[in-house]
């Protein structure tokens, strides 16, 4: 007859194997970052063996191949900052799921790459250089891939940081930089990086300020209304219909040039008659959701959650109109000017180009994207449907006022500006009503440790945020020179 082990060996053997089921998963969650790593590189290797096969392996072919498996590096990293800004709202807000989220930006943003992706991108991103300054082809293609190395790296170190950066930004730093380093500060249009600092404080601003405007409205017309549900049903379909008006001006304007020309005057027609279609869909549709619902505010706020889907994609479908230009841009200048030998002002972006442009940036966001997601979407302050649609809404309002302004803005900066304008002004509100006396006439004293364990925006947060991006420029310029010393060094 066996001998039976006794029930403290029983425990002693029950510990062990938790043990070891422990260590299996700590193993999983160390190499986790690993696997995203080895992906990503398999994805540019890939990237690179497509620019062989189409350029061959002659000297020439071989900068093409590195500067697309750059391009590949750029583009993952997009994808795991800046469309963080797109969904992180809907996500904080918990109208998406994580993985929800993941799945409509990438096939949004791939989408909005491959339809109405520029095909025309200006060599020396957004004018920054003077193309005549830089006549030498092979001076022009080390300052385009210094661009394009610098930045990547720089938004992999914020991406890294855990603050969402403006690759828009990061790529103009680094042309910038690389310009200076090879052809003096004259070759820089300084009116240009005038314009654009000027955004860096314009649009975050101006974000905040929309997003804060929408969310004031909201409050007094529905949330503090006697009859919350009628108020919301009078309301709602006007507010899903400005959104409406709003998004098809703007991906009129923004997502659809490479397909018909259109004028700001057009864009703002075809926004208010979708405007109009979308309220007489929306109005009868609100009504019925709101039958039987209870008159407070956690029920209203539930018929923000769909609009505030569709916004979500439609912002990432037009960031990936606009924003794949910053991966590709530098790689779609090196290809022409190892192709035609000049660094001519106009490029036409390749399609292979710029798919994997539009891949890089679906496979960043699926692998790196999450952790700024939740950034954004809730540790900066705490979103709801409501306050995530007000600051989807300042978002696309912002842009259109920018362009139209001429202002070359940051998508990134309108977000995240939308999101810190919500936070601030529910700060501002609650202060106001803790001031107003009660209805004996007293006014509440509170101590100012409980005022400040009472901030609702994340004051760590917003001084990292601010702080990478006032440096994102002067950062991707200095290492974009010192890159561009080095490869001229390597070259010469």
Not at 252 to 271: E, M, R
Not at 439 to 459: D, N, Q, S, Y
């Amino acid at each position: 007859m066996g001998h039976k082990p006794q029930g403290s060996q029983w425990k002693s053997l029950d510990t062990d194997l938790h043990r070891i089921s422990q260590v299996e998963l700590a193993t999983a969650y160390v190499s986790r970052p690993m696997v995203g790593m080895g992906l990503a590189l398999i994805f540019m290797m890939i990237a690179g063996a497509i620019a062989a096969m189409i350029f061959g392996l002659a000297p020439s072919g071989f900068v093409v191949i590195a500067a697309t498996v750059f391009g590949a590096y750029m583009a993952v990293n997009i994808g795991a900052n800046d469309v963080a800004n797109n969904m992180g709202p809907a996500v904080g807000a918990k109208a998406l799921t994580m993985g929800g989220a993941i799945v409509i930006a990438a096939i949004c943003e791939s989408a909005g790459a491959l339809l109405a992706g520029g095909d025309v991108v200006s060599t020396i991103s957004k004018g920054i250089i003077d193309p005549a300054t830089i006549a030498d082809t092979d001076v022009f293609v080390w300052a385009m891939m210094a661009a394009l190395v610098s930045a990547a790296l720089w938004v992999n170190l914020a991406t890294w940081v855990g603050a969402p950066v403006s690759t828009t930004h990061a790529v103009v730093g680094g042309v910038m930089g690389a310009g200076i380093a090879a052809a003096g500060l004259s070759a820089v249009n300084w009116n240009s990086m005038g314009l654009i600092a000027a955004s860096w404080v314009i649009s975050p601003v101006l974000g905040g300020a929309i997003a804060a405007a929408f969310l004031a409205f909201i409050k007094a017309r529905i949330l503090y209304q006697e009859d919350k549900v009628a108020a919301a049903r009078t309301w709602v379909p006007v507010l899903v219909a400005i959104m409406a008006a709003v998004f098809a001006a703007y991906l009129a304007l923004k997502g659809l040039k490479k397909v018909i020309d259109i004028n700001t005057t057009s864009a703002l027609v075809i926004g208010v008659v979708s405007g109009l279609v979308v309220y007489a869909i929306s109005a009868p549709l609100v009504r019925r959701a709101s039958v039987g619902m209870e008159n407070r505010n956690k029920s209203v706020k539930a018929l923000f959650g769909l609009p505030l889907v569709f916004s979500a994609a439609l912002l990432s479908f037009a960031h990936g109109a606009n924003d794949v230009a910053n991966a590709v841009g530098p790689l779609a200048a090196i290809v022409h000017a190892t192709q035609y030998g000049a660094s001519g002002v106009e490029v036409s972006i390749p399609t292979w180009v710029m798919v994997i442009g539009a891949f890089g940036i679906s496979f960043g966001l699926f692998l790196f994207g999450p952790r700024l997601i939740r950034m954004v979407g809730s540790q900066i302050t705490k979103l709801n449907p409501m306050r995530a649609y007000c600051v989807a809404l300042s978002a696309a309002i912002t842009v259109i006022v920018a362009s139209w302004l001429g202002l070359p803005v940051s998508s990134t900066h309108i977000a995240v500006g939308g999101v810190f304008g919500v936070g601030f002004y529910r700060e501002w509100h609650m202060e106001r009503r803790l001031r107003q006396p009660s209805e004996r006439g007293i006014v509440k004293r509170i101590a100012p440790e409980e005022r400040r364990r009472r901030k609702l925006v994340r004051r760590s947060h917003f001084m990292t945020i601010v702080a990478a991006w006032v440096i994102t420029v002067p950062a991707a310029a200095t290492m974009s020179a010192v890159v561009f010393y080095a490869l001229n060094a390597l070259a010469g």
